[in-house]
């Protein structure tokens, strides 16, 4: 095998969207003096150069729509190419998207086969393997179970297994190693390495950045078609982060257009706003990590002024609502070493609950909010809110790209 199994030059690509995709095609076909009145061309990969080595492990970053995917299946000889050259050497796996490659109704043992012989490896050599494949997927008694009762995890598990199967000299991963739980992550991560110590060459692109920095040994981060940035993960993570933040900071602030439904509860005390400020004093959407950020919470209320409430702020994933961790006055610690109180707080019949993080100490992601005011000498439950003001938390000099639970000084007033 060569020392650089996959070269590309110059590489473009791009796609015809139709303005009409039922007679588009056939209006371009019929008259094709003026093909270009029905369809717009998107260029989804732009005059993209780059070199991989053998044993070489390199993740590939970026936003939605940057082009990697369209970028690994022209590497894997799935799509054509529109512009430049691409060339590889060596027996190529791709593993691109959960589901391609098996039937939804073979069993996970009737899928090995399957797939096995779709990958190139004869019967024989597939039932020989077998029990080794079904050793590393671990699925225990699911393994004789149709793959549509599979969980996204499971499917992860099984494809992976199938595809590790053949020792690929070029192996590309997509997001296959998404949904995967963490011992299964780790356990991928160790076949990943041995492949790449047997002298394979593994292109990996994943949201998860920590699994990039964790696997790969070089990243590329694209934007819009282009490599951008060319590094150390550490430094294309941060370049990523970066770029993200700029992009949120830039976005517009929407507060009048929020949507404030209420969960549950009685609705004595409703939010009608939330406003989320920089250490500028400037209301926004991006924030950088170990900088002080405020939040506003303004309410109405019903129980008059002279009222006592207990608040609950939780911080979750955008993305998937996943809960990250909590400032509540139950549990209050207003200074590092103090000591951990109940601290109500008295409302008036409308004003604003202040939250100050002095600094924020969230990692890199985006971040919703979870609000619950309650009475906790009481168990009366006023109002409850998810996902209220998404926003994103950014590194203004490092990456800090894993995912836990935290604790947060805090300052908490009311006015």
Known sequence: MREVPIRLAHVSKRFKLYRDPISGPVKEYLFFWKRHHYYQEIMAVKDVSLEVKRGEVVGII??????????????????????????????????????????????????????????????????????????????????????????????????????????PDILIVDEALATGDVYFVQKSSRRIRELCNSGATILFVSHNLSQVQEICQRALFMAEGRIVGEGRPSEMIAAYSHWAFERERRAPIITEHQDLR??????????????????????????????????????????????????????????NSTYVGEINTVNYVENLGGTTKRSPLA??????????????????????????????????????????????????RQSISRGGFFWHPSKIMTG
């Open 62 to 167: 970026g936003p939605n729509g940057a082009g990697k995917t369209t970028l690994l299946k022209m590497i894997a000889g799935l799509l054509p190419v529109d512009g430049g050259q691409i060339e590889v050497h060596g027996k190529i796996t791709a593993l691109l998207a959960l589901g391609v490659g098996v039937h939804p109704e073979f069993t996970g043992r009737e899928n090995i086969l399957y797939g096995g012989m779709l990958l190139g490896m004869s019967k024989a050599e597939v039932v020989r393997k077998m029990p080794a494949i079904i050793e590393f997927a671990e699925l225990g008694d699911y393994i004789n179970r149709p793959f549509r009762t599979y969980s996204s995890g499971m499917r992860a598990r099984l494809l992976f297994a199938i595809s590790m199967s053949i020792d």
């Open 262 to 319: 209420m969960l549950s509860g009685s609705g004595e005390v409703q939010i009608t706003a939330i406003r989320l400020i920089n250490a500028q004093g400037e209301e926004t959407t991006g924030f950088y990590a170990g900088e002080d950020m405020e939040i506003e919470i303004h309410y109405r209320s019903a129980l008059g002024d002279q009222a006592v409430l207990d608040l609950f702020l939780g911080f979750v994933l955008a993305s």
């Open 347 to 396: 409302i008036k019949r409308e004003g604003v609950i202040r939250l100050k993080l002095e600094p924020l100490l969230l990692f890199n992601e985006h971040y919703a909010l979870w609000i619950i005011l309650f009475d906790y000498a009481t168990g009366k439950h006023y109002c409850e809110y998810r996902n209220l003001s998404p926003f994103f938390v950014g590194g203004r």
